[in-house]
């Protein structure tokens, strides 16, 4: 296979994967109260459908470097996909709640051991176009979470009303995904089983990554739990607040993409982190202090954290030096950012009911978009010798 022709199928393979990093999660979503009715579920048990992933997402990831040590990062990912995929497909026998919350946990594991390698599938592969390519990983997520919320009750209505097999069928996409990969995984070499590698928790800068994208993760899932609810409270209603949602999601999509690909050609890391996390901040200010209206916060908070969720992705890919120590990184940084992530929502909403306002929430959120600016000023200095020197690679 010819140069050219092989990045096309690299850059395919790691859409077609991304995509099937949030389905299992965002899918349960427009179903939930389907499920809950159905199975006789409390709140709380229903709400481990998602949160089991997410927890899993920050734990598991800590075994990333472990198994990509012995197999190789190609065929762990291969791997993942069949787990993805088995997952989600036994979701069309789901009615014991007992196997329905075990395709929570499994996804979740799939999920969190993927994630991390495919920084380091970037790395290796995409030396010199880091920016580009998680910008391309992160619009994959983006557009399986998006296809996932907003197609499964059509599948549902389509499946004879069946919740079950209208979860089960996004299996379909980890099997596409699984079909494109295997041929990279299968022309990998064999990892060393002797290889390690090893968190760096010694590191300091990998410590402020870990703190950097779990604020980010926090303020990101507390704005997408509670801006719709402080909508309606503003006099929005229900099928706008959710029109809201839909275009903070979109534009946040839109701009994960284009603020890291920017970035690859302007080598400056603390202008995108410090502008993307100013657009955050405007965005929480216009809702403290509605100058204009809430759909215009919706698009600046959008442009903020979809630009920060790419950059803090692309942090350890600039800092490490091969894609094993890079994915050892990423695992770091996912694990507890994605258990700061999970937790943050749960804690807004104890902030939202103790002063029965929206005010103080947004206060508390635009308090750690300024811890995120002063963070940046600790990023810049190696990381940015680390992109100059990435010019010099072939891509």
Sequence with gaps: MKSKERIYVYVIALFLVSINLRIGITSVSPVLETIRNQLGLSNVTGSFLTAIPVLCMGLFALFTG??????????????????????TCMRVA??????????AFLLGIGIAIAGPLLSGFIKKKFPNRIGLMIGIYSVGMGTGASLSAGLTVPLQHVLHDSWT?????????????????????RKSQQASSSRKNQLPLKNKKAWLFTLFFGLQAGIFYSVTTWLAPA???LGMSNQKAGTLITVFTFVQMTFSFLIPTLAD?????????ASSTLFASAGLVFILYP????????????????GLF???????????????????????????????????????????????????????LLVLTMC????????????????????????
């Design 66 to 87: 472990k198994l990509e040590g012995l197999w190789g990062v190609e065929k762990v990912i291969s791997f993942c996909l069949v787990m993805i995929g088995a997952a």
């Design 94 to 103: 789901a009615h014991p709640t007992s196997l329905l919350l075990t395709s």
């Design 165 to 185: 097999l209208a979860l089960a069928s996004w299996s379909v996409l980890a099997i596409i995904a699984f079909i494109v990969w295997s041929p990279i995984a």
């Design 231 to 233: 909508a309606q409270d």
């Design 265 to 273: 050609y302007y080598k400056n890391q603390i202008f995108w982190l």
């Design 291 to 306: 100058l204009t209206s809430l759909w215009f916060s919706s698009i600046l908070l959008g442009i903020g954290l979809g």
């Design 310 to 364: 790419s950059l803090a992705l692309m942090l350890p890919l600039n800092e490490t030096d091969s894609p094993q120590e890079a994915s050892s990184w990423t695992a770091m940084m996912q694990s507890g950012g994605y258990i700061v992530g999970g937790c943050a929502p749960v804690l807004s909403g104890f902030v939202r009911d103790f002063f029965h306002t929206n005010t103080q929430l947004f206060f508390v």
């Design 372 to 395: 995120l600016l002063v963070l940046t000023a600790f990023m810049h200095k190696r990381s940015e010798r680390k992109e100059l020197s990435h010019d010099e690679k072939v891509y």
